[in-house]
C-alpha cells in the first residue's frame, strides 16, 4: 500500500483499557517503560520514516468507537491493543470494519499463557496481523511492518 | 395496550453503537439512507397517527442504559436496535427490564447470514418482536406494529 | 426488484403445519383472527399494490416441497412460516434454494421465548429477513417490504 | 380426569412408521405379535371398560398431524409411539399441543440401549408419562394408566 | 423367562432416598398414597399370581448396595425407582449388574418435565425397562410386566 | 452375494426430494443431466449385466418409507440419494433396517465442503459403502459395486 | 418470616464430609479454629437472640438425608455447608425440597478458585442465598441473615 | 490484614449498572430500601469501626475501571456489586486486578436461580469471597468481614 | 520417602462398592480370584518386605471416608480401588487429600474399554500413579512400586 | 479437464499407512487381494485408456509430503487412501493444496461404522469426492472418474 | 497366554519421541537412571525367566509404524511407551491392531496431572492394561505382568 | 538474556512442512521471496548484530525433533514457524520443552482467518510470543526481538 494522498501518512496507535497504569504498577513484571516512553518510541521511530503517530488510551469502550470512527479518512493504519476489550467488544470491532482501515493487533503479555477466556479476540480474525509476547517491542514490530506495507520502509 | 395517560403517547426509538455511520459509508451495501432520515420518517409516520418519537443513538453503553432508565414513565414503548450491544450488553438489558417498557428489537442485516456470534442476541428473549433484514423498513414495520399496539393506527 | 415480466407480479405465501387451526383454538393466546382472515387480508393489501398473493397451508413437509417446486417461474417472492418445519426440515430449505426465489420468513409468536430447539431454524440463513413475534401482523410487515422491493410500494 | 361428556370415552392409538411392520418382520426379536393383535388387545381391553379405542399408523408425518387435529373435541386421550419421529418430528409435537389431549408415550424397545440420537425425544417433555422397553405390554400399561385417570378402571 | 426353582417366584422392590416419604408431604403433588399402601397393593397383586414381593426403602446409597448383593440367587426380577441415586449412584448401578437380576426402572413422576441434570439415568440403558410419570400405577405396571415375564400372568 | 432366486436380481434406485430437478435447473452447476437420463443409464448398465433396475423420487418422506418396506423379499439392492432426508429422516433410516437390504449412499455434491449440518448423515454407519462429489458417475460407481456384489459383473 | 410457633425457634446447621477435620489439620491453611469452636460461635451467636442451634456434621450422605427429614416441623431455617457432596448430592438437595425449609449454602473456601467440578452445585438453586470464601465468618454471616429473616435480629 | 498506614482505614463500595434505581422501582420484589440507604447503613458501620466508606454507582463501565484505578494506594478493601458486568466486563476484572486491592463480590439476589448466563462470573475467581441472595444484608455481611480482616472488628 | 517412624511402615489398601464378590461371581470373566486371596497375597508380600498391609472394603462411600481419615498419622501409603466411586465420589478424594497421604490408584479392568462415564476418574490427578486392566497383579505391582518408595524393596 | 500437455496424462495413487500389509493379513476381513494387486489392476486400467499410474506407499507422513510436492507439474490427478493419516495430517492436506492438483479420497472400509474419530477428514472438504466401504473397488471407481475428468473414458 | 513356538518367547519394548533423553537432562525431575539403564533392567529380568526383549525408541512415527509391522509373528508381547504419540498417533494404533499382538501402555510421569489434551490417548482402549505414574518402575511392573501372562513367572 | 558463553550466540529457525515451497508457488499470494531469500535476510541481519543464525526446513516431524534435541547446549533462542505442526505435534513441543530452549512462534498468514482448527497451537502457551499474518517481516521481527533478549540489539 503506498500513501499518496495529500496529508501525511497517518498511524493511529489505540491503547485499552488499563494500559494507562503502565510502567507505573508491578515493574518487575511489566518492566518499567511507561506508556508514554512506548508512545514516544513509536513516534520517534515513525517521524524518522516520514510518518505521522497519533497515540490515545481509554478506558471507555465508546470514547474508542468514537475515535477510531473519526479516524475515517485521515489515517492510513491503526496498531490496536484493545487489552480487556478483546475479548469482549464488538462495538469496536464493528468501528474497525465501517472506517475499513487495516489494522495490526497487538498485545504485550502472551495471552495464550493465561485464562480460557483471553484466549479468543474479536479482533484477531480481521487484522491483518497479530503480535503478542513480546512487549513493548511488539508495538515497534507492528509499526516497523506497517511502515513496510506503507513503502516508508525497507 | 391503549395508551391513555395526560400525556401524549411517546415511542423512544435507540440506534446501538456505530449507526451514526448509516448512509454515509458504504451507501452501496446499506443504502445511501442516512440515520437522520431513517429518523425523519419515523417521527412523520408517528405524528401522523398521533404518536411521538424521540430517537437517539449512542456508541456508548452507560449513555443508552442511561436514557433508557430515564424513560421510565414517560415513554410507553421502544424500538431498538441495539447493534454490537446485541451480543455482549447485560447493562442495557437490564435496563429494559427495570423499566418494564415493552420493546421490539430491529436490524438493519440479516444477523444469521453474518458471524456465528451474532447469532445470539441478550434482547430477543426479553423483546415482544424481532425483526431482521430489511434494512430501514424493518424500523417502519416495528414502528407500524407499536402504533397498532397502541391502538393508534388499524 | 423491479417485476417487468408479461405476468403479474406473484407472491407465494405458505403457512406451515398446524397454522390451519389458527384463530379457531386457544383465541385468547393466539387472538381470534383466523388463517382464512389473515390470508384474506394479505389479498387485499397486495391486489390494492397491483401484486397476486396465492396462499397455502399444508400439514405435509412433501406438499410443501412440491408446491415451491412448481412456483419456479411463476412467483416473484415467497413469504414463507415453516411453523415446526422451521426446525427440521432440509427438503423444504433445499427447494427453495433450488427454485432461487426470495424469501421472506415469519414467525408469529417470539421464537426466541420458547423452546431452545426453536431457537435454531433452517431457513434463517437463507432468508431475504426474518419477523417474530408481531402475530398477523408480522405477514403485513413482510408483504410491504417485498411490495417494497418489487417497486409497487414505496 | 372423570370423561362426563355425552359421547362414549374415546382413546386415540397412534403408531408411528415402520410399526405396520410389527411381528411379520424378525420376529426372534420383536416377537410374532403383529400390530392387528396389538390393536387387538387394546380394543377388547378398553370395551371391557366402557371406552372406545381407535389406533392408526402412518409412514407419513402428515397423516399423523392432520388425524391429531381431527381428534381435537373427540378423543380423551392418546396413547403414541412416535417410532422414528420421536426425535425429529416438532409438527406432531405441535399438533398434540395444539389440541390439548394429554397422551402417554410408548417404546416397545429400550430406546436407551440403542444409538444416541434415539436418547432425545421431541415428546416425552410434554406427555403426563413415557414407557419404554416392555414390549407391547407396554400399549397395554398405558391403556390401564388412561382408564384409571378416567375413572374407568381401579 | 419361566421361574423353576423350588423356592417361590421372589421380586425385590426397591425404593430410593425420600421416598419414606412419599404420601405424608405435600400431598396435593403426589397424592395421598403412602408409601407402605403402594408396597401392599404390589404385595396383594404379587400373592394373587403366586410371587413375594419384598420391598425395601433406604436413604444411604451403600444400604442398597448391600441389600442388592444379598438377593443374588433369591430374587427374580427387581423392580427400582432409584429416586435421586438414579442421577449419581455408578455403585447401585454395578451391582445390579453384578448380581445379573434383571429389573424395571421406575419414576413417580415425569423426568424429562424436570431439572435437566434428571434426564441422564446411570440405570436405563441397563434396565429391561423404563416407565415414568404414571404416579404410583408406574409400579403395578412394572410388576405385571415381571409377572407376565415370569409366566405368572398373561 | 450371489443372487440365486427364482426371479431376476433387482435393484432399486432412490432419489430423495428435489432431485427431480436435477439437469434442469442451474447446469452450470450440477450439468444438464437430468434425472431421467441419469436413471437411463442406469437401467441399460444394469440390463447389460442381467439385473433390473426400479428407479423413484419422492419429495415426500413417508412415500419413500412406504416403497422401502414394499421392496422387502423383491429387491436384493438399494442405491440411494437421500439428499434432504440425509440429514433428518430416522424414518427412512429404520425402514432400510426394517426391510434388511443392503445398500449403497450416493450424494452428487461433496456434502463435507457444505453448511455444518449437511456432514451428519443418519445413513452413512447403516450404508455398505458411501459414494459423494462424483456427480452422477457416483450413481453409476455404486451400481458397478452392487453388480460385482451380485456376482454380475467382474 | 416471623417464628410464632409454640416452640423456640431452632435453626440446623449442617456440616458435610470431612469438615469434621477443621481446625486440626492444616492450619496454616484453614486456621485453627475447630468446628466445635464455629458450633459454640453459632449456639452463643443464636441464644444471644433467642434462638436455639443445633450442628451436626456426617461422612455419610445418607445420614445427613435421614436427619433433615427429621427437622421437618422442628426447624425454621437450615445452614448448610454440603462440603463434597455440593458437587454429587442430590439425594441431600431433594432432601431439602421435600422438607421444605428454607436454607443458607455456605463455603469456607472461594470455590471459584479451585477444581472446576467444584463450580457446580446441586445446592444453589434452591438456596435462598450463598456465600464462600469468607472462611468460619461465613457461617456467622448466614446466621446474621437467618436472625434477620426470623425478626429475631435487626 | 492489619492497616496501619497514617491515613484512615478505607473501603469503596462499587454498585455496578442499574442498581441506582434500587428501592424505587419493584419494591415488592426488591424491597423498599434505597441505595441511599443501604450505603448509609453502610457508612455508619464503618464509621463504628473507625472506617471510611466511599460508595459510588455507575451504569458506565470506563467510569468504574477510572474509579478503580484512583483507588490505587488509597483503599485498602473494595465491595463491589457488578450487577449487568459481572457477567462481561473483563476491563474491570482487569482493573481490579491492577491495583491489587482486596474485594468481596456480592449479589443482592440469587444469580443461581437466574438466567444460565448469570451463572457465570469474571470476578469470582479473583474475589476473596461471594455473597449473593442476601439483599441489603449481602453488603453488610461483606463489610463486617472486611472489618475483621483489617482488625477493626471482631 | 524412608519410612522411619517408631511404628512399622504401614500401607492401607481400600476396595470400592462390589468388589467383595471378587472371585465368587463370574469367575470366568474376573478369574477365580476371591478378594481374601488378593489381600492374602498383599499381605506376604509385604510382610516379606517389613510392612503391614491392613485392607478394608466397603460398599459405603461414608465408612471409607472415616477410615482414611483414621489412617492419618498411622498409614504411610494407600493403594486405593474406588471402583464405582472413582466417578462419583469428592468425598473420598476431599479425605485422601485432607490426610495427605500418598496413594496409588488401582482398577482391576481397563477402564478406557467402559462406558464413557468410566473413561473421568476424581482421583487420578490426586493419585501418584495409576494402573488398570492388569486384573489382581495391579495391585501386586502398586505394592512393589509403594515398597520401593518406602525403601524396603529394590 | 481435457488433458492437453505434451506428457503422458499422469495419476498419483497413493497409499498411506499399514496399507502395505493388505491381502496379507486377515484376509477374512480385507479379503486376499494384495497391494501389488490392487495397483496393477488400476495400471492395467489406466494403461487401457491412455494414462499412466504412479502408486506409492509409505508409513512416514513426511515420505507422502515430499512425493506429492514432487508431483507439482507432473501430475494431473491424485487418488489417496490417506489411512490412518486421514485424521491426524494437516501436513498432507497442506501439501495437497500447495501443488492444487485435483484428488479423490478412497478408504477401502465405512470409516463412518469405525470409531468416532475416524468420523473427521482432514482431506473431505479439499477433496473433489469421497469414497468408502467399498474395498478395493474404491480405488478402481476413483480412477474410472479420474478418467472421466481427463476425458480418456466416457 | 502360554508361549510355545519353537522360537524363544520374545517382549518387544517401544519408547517413543524424546525419550531418549530419559535421565541426561533434568534429573532432579525424572531421575538420574537412563534409558539404557531402564533397557539394560528390562533385559536382565526377561532373562532371567526365559524371554528375549528387544527394546527400541524414536522421535520418528513412521520408523515406529515400520518396526512394529515388523513384529509380526515374532514378537509375543509388546510395552510401549508412545510418549507425545500417544495422543497423536493414529498410524502407531492401526499397527499394533493390524499385527494384533497385545500391548501394555506405560507412561512414566502421570499423564492425568498434565495438560487436558495428555488425558486422551489413542491407544488406552486397545491395550491390555496401562501404568502411569510410577517412573522406571512402570516398565518393570509392565514386564512382570507380560512374564505371567506368558506363563514365564508366577 | 545476556548470552555470555565462550561461544558465539547461536538462534535456530525451523521451518516445518511445506514450506520449502515458500516463493515458488503461487507468489500472488505468498509474494516471490524464497525460503533461501527469508534466511539469508536473517542470516545478514544477525551477523550484523554478532549472532548465528542456523534455519532448516523439514517436511518430516522426526527430523524436526531429532533437530531440536541437537540444540540441547548449542542454541539459545530458537525462532519456529511449525506450519501444518502448529495443529498436531506434541512431540514437537514435547523436544521444545526437553531442551528447555526459549522460542517465538511465527506464521506468515494470519492463521485466526483460516480453517478453525487452525485457531489452535500446541506451541503458544509454551512459546515467549506468537507473531501472524506479517509475512516474512514477521520472521524478522522475531529475529530483533530476540537480539534484544539476548542484549545484541537495542
Redesign the interface.
Known sequence: MTVSSSRDPAILVIH???L??LGT??PQIYGSTTLAEVNQELHALAAEHGAQIEAIQ??????L??RI?AA?GKVDYIIINP?????????I???LA???IPF?EVHLS?I??RET??HH??F??R????????GP??YR?AL??VL?KMSLWT
Chains 1, 2, 3, 4, 5, 6, 7, 8, 9, 10, 11, 12 share one sequence.
Do not use: K, M
Not at 487484522?127 to 513480546?134: E, P, Y
Open positions: 485499552g483499557p488499563n494507562n497504569l504498577r508491578e481509554s478506558n471507555h469502550e465508546g470514547v468507537v468514537d470512527q475515517s487489552a480487556a476489550f478483546t475479548h469482549t467488544s464488538v462495538a470491532r464493528d468501528a465501517a472506517v475499513n495490526v502472551n495464550h499463557q477466556f483471553r479476540s474479536y484477531s480474525d487484522a491483518v496481523g497479530v503480535i503478542c509476547g513480546l517491542e511488539g514490530a516497523r511492518f513496510q
